[in-house]
């Protein structure tokens, strides 16, 4: 199985909704990812969990919040997100967090703030 | 300047055509990886190498490290092909500094 699944695919909110972002991989990977990426640009990193901890935030503002219970699993807390922040978000894994490892992205969730 | 730059930024072809993309970094790396993008979709990584060259099909990867430049090929190209094709070189903590993409879009 070398698959990264993402749930939702498509998510609409409003600026004071509380939602999440789901991720799954069954490879053993033990580092995951979160993307942002707007329209016609490429993905901006956002945070990465070495081993089930948080080991890069790139100065995402708080009201993301990541959270890794277990291996498998990465979801993204979403609250009072700005209109802005609509973009598609995109889960990636690798077996230990190696630059020189390929990275196995799922296929997106697509954020909507309204 | 931007630490991995690619070109064209955009590219359009006839079916059957052979592509070239390229991609020049300014960083020391351990390896560089090309992605593929479908419209609206998630990302595939394509190939990963630190070295000489790698085939998948119709696609082809070299790398030039003394250069630092390494391009993808695609031979027989097809409308299928058409997607955005990222260049990516891990920075110093390992995560991927991207480049700015390539659109191909391929015609019948």
């Known amino acids: 199985d070398t698959e990264v699944t993402q749930t939702p695919k498509h998510l609409v909110m409003g600026m004071t909704n509380k939602k999440s972002l789901k991720c799954e991989q069954h490879?053993?990977?033990?580092?995951m990812y979160w993307y942002k990426q707007k329209a016609k640009k490429p993905p901006e990193l956002m945070f990465v969990y070495s081993y089930e901890k948080l080991s890069i935030n790139e100065s995402v503002p708080s009201r993301f919040s990541p959270e890794c219970p277990n291996s498998s699993l990465l979801n993204l807390h979403l609250h009072a997100l700005q209109p802005e922040d609509s973009a598609l978000y995109l889960c990636?894994?690798?077996?230990?967090?190696?630059?020189?490892?390929?990275?196995?992205f799922g296929p997106g969730t697509r954020l909507l703030v309204l | 300047k931007n630490e991995v730059e690619q070109s064209p930024q955009n590219l359009t072809a006839q079916e059957g055509e052979f592509i070239t993309i390229n991609c020049s970094y300014s960083?020391?790396?351990?390896?560089l990886h090309w992605l593929q993008q479908h419209p609206g979709g998630g990302i595939v990584s394509l190939f990963m190498l630190s070295s000489g060259k790698k085939k998948h099909g119709r696609l082809i990867a070299t790398i030039n490290i003394q250069e630092k430049h390494s391009s993808l090929h695609i031979t027989a190209s097809h409308p299928r092909d058409s997607a955005v094709y990222i260049c990516a070189v891990p920075g110093n903590t390992d995560k991927l500094i991207f480049g700015t993409g390539t659109r191909l879009q391929v015609f019948p």
């Open positions: 990636a894994s690798t077996p230990s967090g190696q630059g020189r490892e390929t990275q196995y």
């Open positions: 960083v020391g790396i351990s390896a």
């Open positions: 490879m053993g990977h033990r580092a």
